[in-house]
């Protein structure tokens, strides 16, 4: 447990919201309002969590702390005080869970940025200033053409998805009846199997 949230107080707080959500369906009446110290303590959650060492450094880090709040406040109702007696690991599940999705969508548009920029052409560019020879030249996208290094992830991705679908059955039986052959054959060189 946390020192910055009180898990027991936390907990008594999820019953008496549970309570009031099931009594507000009960009679037919819009969800009640998430309290403020429920909020409080989520928001706390979310904020100390992006300080671990494998999200501290993300410049992207108060997006992901709003995700984690936002994925907090839809699943607030799947949360059972009668199955668990502990919401801060439930909520800091989720929030971690949403800190990973987030960093994998701006992985992502990270991609696509930097493939458009090793991909464009001068063409783009043909407002600006000419050299003697009438050529477009833009020493920024030269330097980010040639020395942009990023992880093709998504071709990586796709490449092996593309190996999984093709192995089949067959490829199975026969890589290992090929294993068990070179096993065999390994035996037999150290003298471990007689003729």
């Known amino acids: 447990m946390a020192h910055y949230v009180n898990n027991g107080e936390f907990l008594i707080a999820m019953k008496e919201y549970r309570a009031s959500v099931i009594d507000a369906r009960e009679k037919g009446l819009p969800k009640p309002m998430v309290s403020n110290y429920i909020g409080d303590c989520i928001l706390k959650i979310a904020t100390h969590l992006s300080y671990k060492p494998n999200f501290i450094n993300y410049t992207y880090k108060d997006d992901m702390i709003?995700?984690?709040?936002?994925?907090?406040?839809?699943?607030?109702?799947?949360?059972?005080?009668?199955?668990?007696?502990?919401?801060?690991?439930?909520?800091?599940?989720?929030?971690?869970?949403?800190?990973?999705?987030?960093i994998a969508k701006e992985k992502k548009h990270s991609y696509i940025k930097n493939k458009l920029i090793q991909n464009m052409s001068y063409d783009a560019f043909e407002l600006q200033e000419q050299d003697e020879d009438g050529?477009?030249?833009?020493?920024?996208?030269?330097?980010?053409?040639?020395?942009q290094q990023f992880d093709d992830f998504i071709e990586r991705k796709?490449?092996?998805?593309?190996?999984?679908?093709?192995?089949t059955l067959d490829d199975f039986i026969e890589q290992n009846i090929l294993k068990d052959d070179i096993e065999m054959k390994?035996?037999?060189?150290?003298?471990?199997?007689s003729t």
């Open 135 to 147: 050529h477009f030249h833009n020493a920024y996208l030269d330097f980010m053409q040639s020395n």
């Open 186 to 193: 390994d035996d037999y060189d150290q003298g471990n199997i």
């Open 158 to 167: 796709a490449a092996k998805r593309k190996k999984k679908k093709e192995s």
């Open 66 to 102: 709003l995700d984690g709040i936002e994925n907090c406040i839809h699943y607030i109702d799947n949360f059972d005080p009668d199955k668990s007696s502990n919401p801060f690991a439930y909520f800091t599940q989720i929030i971690y869970y949403a800190f990973i999705r987030r």
